[in-house]
């Protein structure tokens, strides 16, 4: 797929830089998307062995969204083996051999479904060579079966196995010009195919980075500061030392902005200065994790907290109040004449939304494994970009990339946490310190307290209909984080994102607070908040006409699009859009359906990620105003492809199901100190609370796109539109509990 | 402080503080790396055991406290990885990072030894202590009353 600039640039906020301010300066991991590349070698992906066994190498990291059962079966479907014959294999990082390895941004399906199919129709090419030069017959003549070359004029044929010795020196036909498969005779995308690791995982195999053991590995934990940015100015080392297992205590002090180099001069002994993209703390290392876990109690740190410490979360909220109103500090998009068109409304209608900072809480904390021996880095790496973590660590530990080895394992969720490498640098640079193989876990407080947040944020509307109940004025004004035009890593708003050109006069502003904290991105970034904000928003006017949200979204998806000065346009296809909407609506019987009673229902689309989803909700909320999610329909337009429509269901499932939590969760600030240490304060959805989903796909002719993110950000507003319905009262401040409400 | 466990029917000797919580004992000292560390404080079920058959969350038991009792992980759950539950799990394609998974069917193959045709209401009460940050829940359900159907037929 060809990614546009808009795509880029959500890729590169997406790829982790923290907000720096001076502070923090994470590098971008690494970009792999459109850059032309030389062809991929077959040989590097599948393995055939004599008795017809196929081993086909996964090339990216399996965080919970499937691609390493998907990306295989693209290249088995193209190479037409049998499935049950295939073997997958996680690869190691190499991006040279294996292209890209990075999962962000929705992009590991079209970035790849291409060239996967590629590699696997060269490498069936390359068999049918071999097997007509033995029967010495026209190449134009064979074809394949499941895993066989056939004659069909002499009837023979012959399995891979046969072919596979004297095919694996063959060289490769040119990649691009590979004849692919015609999509109707696929015999494996599209068939629900179940993961490759359900025995290993079922059987509690030792699959993820955490279960990683290696000779002679030390265990290790970080006390960080508990304010961001904050460094340590002593510690009872000598004390923590004499700890039953306790191996080595180090003092991590501050590196210098942007670089390896010295900048603390601190006396204390035992200071080691940190890589660049570390936190300050104190390390603590012994035999077992346990040792060096319960040696913290002991810990005693005198910490200087820095500039972060005043931060509050009453402080924020004052100061958005106060930016909201006062002037904007930055335009974002103004056409038409919006306050005139306010002025001259028949009904305006103004509301303010709130959200807050949440946390990933991945359920396998941050860990690193890494050895270090004589200059040479070996390192088992839960990320979602091992590539850009390895160009982090060296950069950070001044190594060659070429004397660093990393092996991808299996993540316990990544959901955008693993696109800022810290922990990987950290794990590095403890390999390096005590000159041996260390495994870094983080606790969950550590987890909780020192997350790459999801940035909070305030959304003021003011909204104008006209005598006819049409939207005829919009103005957004977005209190966010950063300074000046520089925002926090998730905390910016594009000047296309709906209803932007779909309203005749429209104004969006920006104003920012400063931050002391590392912000990030979390599954759908900035699309889980604002589309919440920005459809909630959008039911609140049509309500106001006296409309059917259903109708009055479909009319502003039949405008025709403002276009954006400069030319740079929406990318957003607006009848694939209201082809979902329609979809859900026919599905869910959104025409007869009947509210009131503590019952309603709500409607919400959205479009990110080059994904399109509607959604509605069926809620129950009791007079103590519990919600129960009886039912979400939701309705996917990802193009004409679904590759493993299993994985592709529990994607949908999953995406849901998180939506759900995210509006229960925050993180507070009281004193620059995240508040939420665990699941009890910062909640996941439970079983019992999981409503029951239909999913409908909407098949279009357009090339296929990701699933991981699109189908979450309408599951919020639709959800909240529902609450509406059912008590005629508006969420507008998430968490839930801060707008008097909590699930059943 | 040597400690004699009884884990997956092996009789072992480990010489770990008492108060060390069985998880990391499992985990770091037996190499049983299929028990999850998740929270620490018994929130969500990623270290489900079986301690004399009853649920008993790893992480926030003492490893001195099960002396002389008959702990099962999820590598010792079946000989072959073929418990109704694993199989079902399979089946129904549950994982998606896979990570709280074994707590999630020790916990349901310890619903099953004493419900063994549980209703969703007992489903749901039975597994709301096992969080899946992935959102699996539907699938486990299902997979819930898959084994308890393949269980019964056998």
Known sequence: MRLNRRSFLQMSALAGGGLALGIYDFPLASAQFGAPRADLTPQAFIKIASDGTITIMAKCPEIGQGVKTMLPMMIAEELDADWSKVRVEQADLNETLYGGQSDGGSTTTPSNYLPMRRVGAACRQMLISVAAKRWGVLEADCTTGPCRVLHPISGRSIGYGELAADTANCAPPSLSSVKLKDPKDFRILGKATLNVDNHAIVTGKPLFGIDVKVPGMLHAVIERSPVFGGKVKSANLDEIKKLPGVRNVLIIAPASAGSAGPADTTTEPGTVIAAAGMEPGVAIVADSWWQAQSARRSLKVDWDAGAGADQTSEKFDQKAAELISAPPQNTLRTYGDVDGALKGAAKVVEATYAYPFIAHGTLEPMDATASYKDGKLEMWATSQSPGGGKSQVARALNMQATDITVHICRVGGGFGRRLTNDYMVEGAWLAKQVGGAVKLVWSREDDMTHDAYRPGGYHAFKGGLDAQGKLVAWRQHFITYGEGQRYASGATLDATEFPSGRVPSYALFASAQPLILRTGALRAPGHNAYAWAIKAFVDEMATAAGRDPLEFHLELLSATPVPVTGGRGDSMNAERLKGVLQLVAEKSGWANRKSGAGKGFGLACHYCHAGYFAEVAEVTVDNRNRIKVNKVWAAGDVGNQIMNPSGAEAQVQGAIIEGMSQMAQEITIRDGRPQQTNYNSHPILRLRQAPAIELYWHMTEFPPTGLGEPALPPVLPAIANAVFAATGKRIRTLPLARSGFSWA | ?154
Do not use: F
């Open chain 2, 1 to 154: 402080m040597p400690l004699k466990l009884k884990v997956n029917n092996v009789v072992t000797t480990v010489d770990v503080a008492p108060d060390t919580p069985l998880l990391w004992v499992l985990r770091d000292v037996l190499d049983l790396t299929g028990s999850k560390y998740g929270c620490g404080i018994g929130q969500c079920g990623a270290c489900m055991v079986h301690v004399d058959g009853v649920p008993t969350r790893s992480c926030a038991t003492q490893v001195d406290t099960v002396v002389g009792k008959a702990v099962t992980t999820i590598e010792g759950l079946s000989a072959d990885g073929r418990h109704p539950v694993q199989v079902a799990w399979e089946q129904v394609d549950v994982a998606q990072c896979g990570y709280c998974q074994a707590g999630q069917i020790m916990t349901a193959a310890a619903l099953l030894a004493t419900t063994p045709n549980p209703t969703d209401s007992e489903i749901d009460a039975a597994m709301s202590g096992n969080l899946c940050r992935c959102g699996t829940y539907l699938r486990i359900r299902a997979a819930i009353h898959q084994a308890a159907a393949a269980s019964q037929k056998a």
